[in-house]
């Protein structure tokens, strides 16, 4: 864990807030420790609900390293990793992930509650469902 760049994801989160947007921030450290990319959350300044910068350093790993080099990386993040931006961390292959604030302390900071949950139902229709998804994953 290098604690200089979990500063520097703390510090993106600072610029994120002063920007007008949630203070969120994210880089990702190279196998040899350099920085390789930074993001700030931008939900708000660029309109789009899916703008943490966990997920934008996702999409940025799985668009620009190999499989190896991305294994063995580690992203620095000013807090845990939401569902969404979890799920994109895994497909990403980024090797780990370090972070200064938990989801439990980040609720704890909140002073209004967390977004509700969609109803969901299913499953349904599996034998129809099942077709387009046979023989896809080996």
Known sequence: MNPEHL?????LAAEARAAGNPPFGSLLAGPDG????????????DDDISAHPELKVA???ARNLDQATAASTTMYTSCEPCGMCAGALARSGIGQVVFALSGEQLGELRTA?????????GPHLYEEAKIPVEGYYP
């Open 59 to 61: 999409r940025w790993a």
């Open 113 to 121: 509650g967390d977004f509700p949950a969609v109803p969901t139902d």
């Open 34 to 45: 350099s920085v390789l990319v930074e993001e700030r959350n931008t939900t708000l300044t």
């Open 7 to 11: 500063r520097r994801a703390i510090a």
